[in-house]
């Protein structure tokens, strides 16, 4: 079985972007949930971050997509702690049916897809994104960078499906 995943080495072969779940960030209405915040580069980041996505998706009324949003939040802070080794900002908002994480780091690289062998034991976390988002996608911001994933709410139709 073939895997896919994220990772920062140039040398490994890069594979196409898919579609349409990549796009450009969009900016947030006035009024729609926010909250930002910073982690040190630890072990312990990961899951601090899952309980902070945790206890605002259930502020928000937004349990259904906990499960999904904590996991995809877990892989993209880990991916910051080992690659980017600098303090990192995680970002959650939700508007008009829409949730959307992010997570920004000093390091300037852009993640790529890679093919890994069978035996591999990490690059799970961007399949993960890849496969479990609506959308996802990574912009510049300085001298860093800010991966991004959305997912559906209950509010927009298909309650966390991928759009076409």
């Known amino acids: 079985m073939l895997r896919l995943f994220v990772g920062y080495e ?5 594979l196409p972007d898919h579609g349409p779940r990549f796009g450009t960030l969009s900016p947030l209405p006035p009024g729609a949930g926010h909250r930002s915040v910073e982690y040190d580069p630890c ?5 601090r971050a899952r ?16 499960e999904t949003a904590e996991l995809l939040v877990s892989e993209l802070v880990t991916n910051a702690v080992v690659h980017a080794c600098s303090r990192l900002r995680l970002t959650l908002s939700a508007a008009h049916g829409v949730l959307r ?10 993640p790529r897809v890679h093919r890994v062998t069978e035996t591999s034991e990490d690059g799970r976390g961007m399949f993960l994104v890849d496969t479990l988002a609506r959308r996802w996608g990574c ?3 300085g001298p860093g960078k800010t991966v991004w994933f959305e997912l559906a709410t209950c509010g927009l139709d298909g309650c966390g499906g991928r759009r076409p």
């Open 10 to 14: 140039a040398h490994e072969r890069q």
């Open 43 to 47: 072990p312990s980041a990961a899951g």
């Open 51 to 66: 309980a902070e996505v945790r206890r605002q998706l259930e502020s928000w009324g937004l349990t259904e997509q906990s």
């Open 101 to 110: 994480c992010e997570v920004s780091d000093a390091d300037g690289r852009r």
């Open 139 to 141: 912009h510049q911001d």
